[in-house]
C-alpha cells in the first residue's frame, strides 16, 4: 500500500478534535449568552484546569478547590455544561467512526472483522460442506432482546436534538467554508434547544413509557434495517451453496423484555402485558398499511399495457366498492383490497388484545367496508397476496419494481409477522413456588406444597402436567399474588391467539436451581391455557418455551445437571419433543459477576456452556443459549463480535439470544448506519463461530479448563475476601459510591432492590454496577483478577509464558483480558480517593481502599506481563483516543458529585443539591458509556 493511501495517526484523528473544538466552542457561546459571563467563566476555568490535569501540569486537587463551597445556584449549569460536553463529544466520535470506515472501504483495504463482508471471505476459504452448513442453520435465529433494564439516562427530547446535531454536523464535513454559515447557524440553533432542555425527568418512568422507548427504535431504523439484513445474508448464503434450503425463516429476529418481564417489577400486569404486544403490533400494522398505501400510489401500471396474473386480477376484483375506481389499474386496485384485509385484521387482532385501533385504522385512509373484509388468519396468509403481485409483476418483467419498495414490505412482514417482536415473559422461581402452592391448595391435591421433598414436588407436578383438568374452577378465589401472576399468563394467552405463537415464544424463570421450578412454570402455562397435557395418546404440546435461567456461579455449575435431570421426566422430554426438541437456557452475567466476581463468573459461563453442549450430545435436543448481558463488563458487555468467538465449540450452532440493556441499545440501535453494523456484527459472529472452529485450542483444550479452573477459583476466593468477609464493606459501599442516590434517578420502573433490604445480594446489578462506576472504581469488571494471575504465575517465567500463548491463540482470555482492559482503563483511583473520603470510618476507609487499589495496581501489572502490552488500550487505540477526548470533561463531574454528596449527607437535602447529584450522575453516565 503505498504512503499516499495512509493517513498518519494524526491526520486521522484530526477531523474528530476539529469537530469536538468547534461543538465546544457552540456551546461555550450558548452558554455566555445565556448564563452570563461569570457562569460561563467559572466553568470555562474550570475546563482549562481539567485539561491541565490530563496534562498533569497540576495535582487532582485543583478543581476539587475551584467547585467546593460553589453556590448551587451556579453548579447546576456548571454541571449541565460538563455533560452536555460530554455528550457532544460522544456525538462526534459517532461521526468519526463512520469517517474512518468510509476511508478504510474507499482505500480497498480488506473488510474488517465483525463485518459480513469478511465472514465470507472466512467461509469461502473455509470450503464448508452445503449439507453440513444447512443442518448446523437448520434452527438459525439471532435475537438481539430489548429489556426494561434503562440505564439510558437521556431523556428522548435530548436524544432527538442529539440526532438533529449529528445529522447537521454530518452535513457539515461535506460542506465547504463559504457554505457552512447556514449550516452553523442551525446548528447553534439546536445546541441552544439542547441546553435549554431538561436533562432529567421529574418523574420516574412509567412502564408504560418504556414500552414507548423501546418501540421507538423501529421507526429509526430497525423496520428498515433488519429486513434488508436479513434479505441479503439469505441472499449471499444461497449464492455459495446452491441448491441448498437455508434460512427457511430470517435469521435476525428482535425480542423484546418490556412488558412481560416481572421479575422484581411489581407495575407488570396483566393489563401491561396486553398494552405491551398490542403496541407493538400497532406499530407493525401502522407501517404496513403505510407502505401498502404508497405502493397504491406508486404501482399504476395500467392493464392496457400489462398483464396481470389470475390471482392479481382476482384481488382488483375486491379492490374498491365500485368498479370506476382505478379501473385499468390492477395493480393499485390489488393493493388496496390488501390494506382493506389488513385494516380489518388490525381491528380485530388489537381488540383482542385490549388496544383501541381506532388510530391504527383511522390512518390507513381506506376506502370500502372494513366491517365486510375477512381477517387475514396469519401473516403467512398476507404473504401469500403480497407474493402473488410480485409473481405478476416479475412473470411481465417488472423486477425492478418488484424488487423495490414491494420486496421490502414482504422481508418486512415475514420478519415481523402481526407481532413486530417477541415479547418474553419473567418471573422469580420462588414466586411461582408460592402461586403454585396456592394453586394446589385450592384444587386440594396437596395442602402443604413447600414442604414436600424436591423429588415429591417432581412427582406431583408431573402427575398435573399428565392431565387437562384445570385446577380451579369458576369460583376459586385467590390470594393477590395468585391472581396477578395467572392474569398475567391468561393475557398471554390472548396476545398469543390474536397475534400468533411467536408473540409470546419464551417464559424465563429467573433463579432457577431445580427441575420444580421448571415443572412449576410449566403449571402455570397450563393453567393460564399456554400448555395443552394432551390427550391420552398424545404428547403435551405448549406454544411456549420454558427457559431456566442460572444465574449464580453454584446455579451455573449446576445448569447441566438441573437440564440433564428435566429431560429425564417424561412429561418434560415430551413436552421438548413436541417442540422440535429445542430448548433454550438463558445464563446470567449479572448476579454471577457480583457473587463471585469478574474472573470467576466469565469462567463459569464458560463452563456452563462447555457442561450444556455435553448434553446436547448426550440427549440429542437442539440447544439455544440467551445471554443475559448487559451495558458494561460488570455485567457481560464489551463487543459483541468477540463475546459470540469467545464461546465454546458447540454453543452456538447457528442460535443466539442476548439481551441489550441501557445506554447501548440508543448507542447501537439509534441510527441507520450505527444500527446496521451492530446487527450484522451479531450475525458474522454467529455464523463464524457455528461453522468454523474459532476457539483455536485444539488438543490443549481440557489443560486450558483446568488452568482456568484454577484461577477462576483463586480470583473468586479474592473478590471473596473483599466483598462477603471484609467487615464493613457494605458500609463503606454505601458511603463511597451514591448507590443510595441511583434509586432516585429516574430512568426505569423497576425498583433498585429485589426486596427492601440492605443486602448487597439483594441489590440489582444495575445499581450495584453503575454506583462503581460513578465512583469511577469499576470493581465489578476486575477485581480479583490480578491476585488470581499473580498467585498462579509465582514469579514462574514458564507459567507466564502459558498464559501469554493462550492469550494469543484463545479467543476466551482473549476477550476476557480485553474487556477488563477497557473497563480498568476508564478507572481512577485519584477520583475514587475523593469518594472513599466519604466514608465516616478512617479504620474503614483505610482498610478496604487500600486493598482495592492494591488490587488494581496487581491487576494492571499482570495484564501487562501476559498480553506484552505497554499500557492497558495498546490494542484499543480508537477508545484510548476517546478517553484522552472525554476524559477531561470527567473531572469537574465526578468532583462535582462528591462535593455534593458531600452536602447532602452532612442535611442539605434542598431540592436543588439533590437534582445536582442526579445531573452528575446522568454526565458520568453519558460520558462512561457503560453506566449499568
Known amino acids: 500500500m503505498t504512503e499516499s493511501r495512509i493517513e498518519t495517526d494524526q491526520d486521522a484523528i484530526r477531523p474528530l478534535r476539529d469537530d469536538i473544538r468547534y461543538l465546544g466552542g457552540v456551546l461555550g457561546d450558548t452558554i455566555r449568552d445565556h448564563e452570563g459571563p461569570e457562569v460561563f467563566d467559572l466553568i470555562e476555568q474550570v475546563r482549562i484546569e481539567a485539561f491541565r490535569i490530563r496534562r498533569e501540569e497540576v495535582g487532582r486537587s485543583a478543581v476539587a478547590r ?81 429489556t426494561a433494564h434503562p440505564t439510558e439516562t437521556r431523556r428522548r427530547t435530548v436524544f432527538d436534538v442529539q440526532t438533529r ?90 425480542g423484546s423484555w418490556i412488558g412481560g418481564d416481572r421479575d422484581g417489577n411489581p407495575y407488570v400486569t396483566a393489563a401491561v402485558v396486553r398494552l405491551a404486544a398490542g403496541q407493538a403490533a400497532g406499530v407493525a400494522f401502522g407501517r404496513y398499511l403505510r407502505e401498502l398505501e404508497n405502493l397504491e400510489k406508486s404501482l399504476a401500471q ?57 388510530e391504527v385504522v383511522t390512518a390507513a385512509h381506506v376506502a370500502g367496508d372494513i366491517d365486510a373484509a375477512t381477517p387475514y388468519p396469519d401473516p403467512r396468509a398476507l404473504l401469500d397476496d403480497l407474493d402473488a403481485i410480485d409473481a405478476s409483476m416479475r412473470a411481465s418483467g417488472d423486477d425492478l419494481l418488484a424488487d423495490d419498495h414491494l420486496a421490502a414490505l414482504r422481508h418486512a412482514v415475514e420478519t415481523f409477522g402481526f407481532h413486530l417482536q417477541s415479547l418474553d415473559m419473567r418471573q422469580n422461581s420462588e414466586v411461582h413456588e408460592q402461586v403454585v402452592a396456592e394453586l394446589l391448595a385450592w384444587a386440594g391435591v396437596h395442602a402443604d406444597y413447600a414442604s414436600l421433598s424436591e423429588s415429591e414436588r417432581v412427582d406431583l407436578l408431573a402427575n398435573e402436567l399428565r392431565t387437562r383438568r384445570p385446577l380451579l374452577g369458576p369460583g376459586a378465589r385467590l ?49 393460564g391455557g399456554l400448555l395443552d397435557a394432551g390427550a391420552a395418546d398424545a404428547p403435551p404440546v405448549s406454544s411456549v418455551g420454558i427457559v431456566p435461567l442460572f444465574e449464580t456461579i453454584e446455579d451455573l455449575a449446576a445448569g447441566a445437571a438441573t437440564l440433564s435431570a428435566a429431560l429425564e421426566v417424561p412429561v418434560y422430554r415430551d413436552l421438548v419433543a413436541a417442540g422440535g426438541m429445542r430448548q433454550e437456557v438463558m445464563l446470567g452475567y449479572s448476579d454471577s459477576n457480583k457473587d463471585g466476581g469478574y474472573l470467576a463468573a466469565n469462567w463459569a459461563l464458560y463452563r456452563a456452556e462447555l457442561d450444556l453442549v455435553e448434553v446436547v450430545r448426550k440427549t440429542g435436543i437442539r440447544l439455544r443459549l440467551f445471554h ?36 447501548v441499545i440508543a448507542a447501537k440501535y439509534a441510527e441507520p448506519r450505527a444500527a ?8 458474522a459472529g454467529t455464523l463464524e463461530s457455528t461453522l468454523l472452529d474459532v476457539e483455536g485450542l485444539g488438543p490443549d483444550a481440557e489443560p486450558a479448563y483446568e488452568l482456568m479452573d484454577d484461577l477462576a477459583a483463586r480470583a473468586r476466593a479474592a473478590y471473596a475476601r473483599l466483598v462477603h468477609e471484609t467487615p464493613g464493606f457494605v458500609e463503606y459501599f454505601r458511603q463511597s459510591t451514591p448507590v443510595a442516590e441511583v434509586g432516585d434517578l429516574n430512568i426505569g420502573s423497576r425498583p433498585a432492590s429485589r426486596k427492601p433490604t440492605q443486602s448487597v445480594g439483594d441489590l440489582r446489578a444495575i445499581p450495584w454496577v453503575m454506583s462503581w462506576s460513578q465512583a469511577r472504581v469499576m470493581l465489578p469488571g476486575w477485581y480479583g483478577t490480578g491476585s488470581a494471575l499473580e498467585e498462579w504465575v509465582g514469579g514462574d517465567p514458564e507459567r507466564l509464558a502459558v498464559l501469554s500463548d493462550l492469550y494469543r491463540r484463545w479467543p476466551f482470555l482473549r476477550t476476557v483480558l480485553s474487556n477488563l482492559a477497557q473497563v480498568m482503563a476508564k478507572s481512577d483511583l485519584d477520583i475514587a480517593a475523593r469518594y472513599a473520603d466519604l466514608v465516616e470510618n478512617e479504620t474503614l476507609r483505610d482498610t478496604i481502599f487500600g486493598m482495592i487499589r492494591e488490587e488494581h495496581e496487581r491487576t494492571v501489572r499482570m495484564h501487562a506481563a501476559i498480553t506484552g502490552n505497554d499500557h492497558l488500550l495498546a490494542d484499543n487505540p480508537s477508545l484510548a483516543e476517546s478517553i484522552h477526548n472525554r476524559f477531561p470533561y470527567l473531572e469537574p463531574l465526578n468532583q462535582m458529585q462528591v462535593e455534593l454528596l458531600r452536602r447532602l449527607r452532612a442535611g442539605d437535602d434542598s431540592e436543588l443539591v439533590k437534582r445536582g447529584i442526579l445531573l452528575t450522575m446522568n454526565g458520568l453516565a453519558t460520558a462512561l458509556r457503560n453506566s449499568g
Open 66 to 146: 475551584m467547585v467546593a463551597g460553589v453556590d448551587i445556584a451556579v453548579a447546576l449549569p456548571l454541571i449541565r455544561a460538563f455533560s452536555y460536553f460530554v455528550l457532544l463529544a460522544n456525538l462526534a466520535e459517532d461521526i468519526q467512526r463512520d469517517r474512518r470506515r468510509a476511508a478504510h472501504e474507499a482505500a480497498g483495504e480488506p473488510p474488517q472483522d465483525s463485518s459480513l463482508a469478511a465472514t465470507y471471505r472466512k467461509l469461502d476459504a473455509a470450503a464448508l460442506d452445503g449439507a453440513e452448513v444447512a443442518d448446523l442453520l437448520a434452527e438459525a435465529l439471532v435475537s438481539p432482546v430489548i
Open 165 to 254: 446535531i449529528t445529522e447537521l454536523m454530518r452535513l457539515r464535513q461535506r460542506y465547504s467554508e463559504h457554505e457552512r454559515a447556514d449550516l452553523d447557524k442551525r446548528i447553534r440553533t439546536q445546541v441552544l434547544a439542547l441546553w435549554r432542555t431538561a436533562l432529567i425527568r421529574l418523574q420516574r418512568l412509567r412502564i408504560q413509557d418504556e414500552i414507548a422507548v423501546g418501540l421507538r427504535y423501529y421507526e429509526l431504523t430497525l423496520f428498515d434495517v433488519i429486513p434488508a439484513i436479513n434479505a441479503e445474508v439469505r441472499a449471499a448464503l444461497r449464492e455459495r451453496w446452491p441448491g441448498v434450503d437455508l434460512l427457511r425463516r430470517p435469521i435476525l429476529r428482535p
Open 302 to 358: 395500467s392493464a392496457r399495457l400489462v398483464r396481470v396474473s389470475d390471482r392479481v386480477a382476482e384481488l382488483a376484483e375486491a379492490g374498491y366498492p365500485d368498479d370506476g375506481t382505478h379501473a385499468d389499474e390492477p395493480y393499485r386496485r390489488a393493493l388496496h383490497a390488501i390494506r382493506l384485509r389488513l385494516c380489518a385484521t388490525a381491528r380485530t387482532a388489537l381488540s383482542a388484545v385490549g388496544v383501541d385501533p381506532a
Open 479 to 527: 390470594g393477590e399474588l395468585a391472581e396477578k401472576e395467572l392474569g398475567i399468563v391468561r393475557a398471554a394467552r390472548d396476545v398469543v391467539a390474536a397475534l400468533g405463537p411467536q408473540a409470546v415464544p419464551n417464559y424465563i424463570i429467573s433463579m432457577c436451581t431445580s427441575v420444580s421450578d421448571m415443572l412449576e412454570a410449566a403449571l402455570l402455562l397450563k393453567e
Open 628 to 663: 443475559g448481558r448487559g451495558g458494561t463488563v460488570g455485567r457481560g458487555g464489551g463487543r459483541s463480535y468477540d463475546a459470540i468467538l469467545a464461546q465454546p465449540a458447540g454453543a452456538v450452532r447457528g442460535s443466539l439470544r442476548l439481551t441489550e440493556q441501557g445506554e
Open 676 to 683: 446496521h453494523r451492530n446487527l450484522e456484527s451479531l450475525i
